[in-house]
């Protein structure tokens, strides 16, 4: 032994065979005799510190393969060979897993708590050891749930999770919210996707009923090449998200010029130093007598866009010209030969020039704006029927088309090209590019009244990838984010998409060694190939030969040729 059997610093315990075994063997049922005992070891657990000593045992039964190694299948107080208890490890699960600590919480926790000695090392690398070990339990939970379901409605999208690493890849049953499956790709195409659905499919032994996406074009490729039968539900948030980029870039051309006017006031660039003189009152400065409208306008300036709800430039534009009138108002009370009258009157000039130069941009947007609430209202209305809703947004769509070409009789949206939101693009533009837009979408935005549940976006699946990042986020510096995200990032959207028993079930009951060492050696793995990827200090930089080799000796070929 390596200590002492009695100590007032330390309970030494010796583990025997389990008493529930009768000294039986656990494979072959025949009797197990002693062997020897190890040199014990001092395990630190939340009660105190424990001297475990094994006993271990072998099979009497030479035909029995227990018989050529030792063993002892009681449970022991240490976890994983290393110095800290069990129990510890299930304390940094439930910590980890209800309470979302991070490292530094449960190490301090730990330390105030249980006076546990603890370095920060090994926190992290316990951590990790949790984080894997529920993954993976997570995953065998998921199958379980849609053997019994019988069936999966697919969600699949990808993140970058930044710098130089392969993004993910996250494919979801959108029924039971479970994470199916977690992909690394450095590129893909629409044949490694439909391989990766042949694995997830041959995986779970059922059938997909469906699809969700957001219309990546790997995705409706892969679809409308393999899965054509499959209906295939277009994400209907992603379809009004672009089509309202659009309107809010258009919204940006009224916001962007109030907002340098304002900016360009007298009243708010005057000199706070420089002192002139104001009848009745004295010397102040300018900034100084206009402080209180300076302090409105800049106010004015800090609204931002409710996504799908509300525009600024809009807001904006209604406000300041209220503003405007109201200090007019104001201004024909006061005496004309006041220096204050006379500032005041500049004022509201500088700000109704802006304002006649967006009138006609702001009127576009104002309609715009009316149109997509009322296309936005029928797609929320569940009271009508696929062909009803359909029917509905063709005539808005067709009014949206006819108001362009009544403004411009060129505009033909069968002719035009698809383009990202933009700031240059005309009103005209953004009307036919909308009308594009619902051409494109409209196979694929009802597919939905295909499925057992009406799910009509992949939203569950994009919310994941942001609540998997918030969480690494609170862990780690934002500069480390990318590197966690790349190797840890697909255990934590299975955590982040499972029931809070599972997360609540005892770690150290699904715990095993070998399962444990494996997806360390993964991690492993994975961290070296990621680090490698952002250490531009070691890399190789000799690629210059590649272009030497596809143009200098490419025509000295030709050369020998002419010759």
């Not at 700000?351 to 609430?373: A, I, N, T, W």
Request: proline letters at 3%; glycine letters at 4%; hydrophobic letters at 35%.
């Amino acid at each position: 032994m390596n200590r002492k059997t009695y100590s007032e610093d330390y309970d030494t315990i010796r583990i025997s065979y389990p008493p529930g075994l009768n000294n039986k063997c656990i494979t072959c049922g025949n009797d197990v005799s002693y062997c020897y005992s190890d040199n014990g070891k001092l395990v630190h657990t939340l009660e105190g510190d424990i001297y475990q000593v094994v006993n271990y045992y072998f099979c009497a039964n030479r035909d029995c393969e227990m018989s050529k190694i030792v063993f002892n299948p009681s449970p022991r107080f240490d976890y994983s060979g290393r110095h800290f208890g069990a129990d510890v490890f299930r304390f940094f699960s439930r910590e980890f897993l209800l309470f979302d600590s991070k490292p530094s919480q449960i190490l301090k926790r730990l330390k105030y708590e249980h006076h546990l000695d603890i370095s920060g090392d090994t926190v992290r690398r316990i951590y990790e050891d949790v984080l894997k070990l529920k993954s993976l339990k997570i995953d065998e939970k998921t199958k379980e749930i849609i053997q019994e379901q019988g069936f999966i409605l697919l969600g699949l999208d990808g993140q970058d999770p930044g710098g130089d690493a392969p993004s993910i890849w996250c494919f979801m049953d959108l029924i039971s919210n479970r994470i199916l499956a977690t992909r690394k790709f450095d590129s893909l195409d629409y044949k490694t996707l439909r391989k990766t659905i042949e694995e997830i499919e041959k995986l779970y032994d059922v059938k997909i009923i469906g699809w969700v996406s957001d219309k990546q074009s790997v995705i409706t490729k892969c679809h409308d090449e393999y899965y054509s039968d499959v209906p295939h539900q277009y994400c209907q948030f992603h379809f009004l998200r672009n089509t309202w980029r659009h309107l809010s870039a258009l919204d940006s051309r009224v916001y962007l010029p109030l907002k340098k006017a304002i900016n360009d006031l007298y009243i708010h660039n005057a000199s706070p130093n420089s002192k002139v003189h104001f009848e009745n009152v004295g010397k102040v400065s300018v900034r100084e007598a206009f402080e209180n409208t300076d302090k409105d306008l800049q106010t004015m300036l800090k609204v931002k866009n409710k996504t799908l709800k509300e525009l600024r430039g809009t807001w904006l534009y209604e406000t300041v010209e209220k503003y405007a009138n109201d200090m007019d108002s104001a201004r024909i009370t006061l005496d004309p030969t006041y220096r204050f009258t006379k500032i005041m009157s500049k004022t509201i000039t500088s700000l109704k020039e802006p304002l006649d130069e967006v009138k006609q941009l702001y009127e576009d947007v104002k309609s715009l704006f009316v149109r997509f609430q009322e296309i936005r209202a029928i797609f929320g209305d569940e009271s009508l029927s696929r062909n009803a809703k359909v029917k509905k947004l063709d005539r808005a769509y067709e009014k949206i088309l006819a108001t362009a070409k009544e403004r411009d009789p060129t505009t033909n949206w069968e002719e035009s090209r698809s383009f990202l939101p933009s700031k240059k693009k005309s009103a005209m533009e953004i009307m036919g590019e909308w009308c594009r837009l619902w051409r494109s979408y409209l196979p694929g935005l009802f597919q939905y009244y295909n499925f057992p549940r009406a799910i009509k976006t992949n939203m569950d699946l994009e919310k994941g990838f942001s609540v998997q990042k918030q969480a690494i986020f609170s862990r780690v510096a934002k500069a480390n984010v990318w590197r966690m995200v790349a190797t840890r990032g697909e255990d934590y959207l299975r955590i982040k998409h499972c029931e809070l028993d599972e997360l609540a079930s005892d770690i150290v009951l699904q715990y095993s060694e070998e399962v444990v060492k494996q997806l360390r050696a993964e991690l492993s793995s994975s961290i070296k190939e990621i680090s490698a990827m952002g250490r531009a200090r070691s890399k190789l930089y000799e690629r210059f030969d590649v272009d030497v080799i596809h143009y200098y000796r490419q025509n000295k070929r030709k050369k020998e040729a002419a010759i």
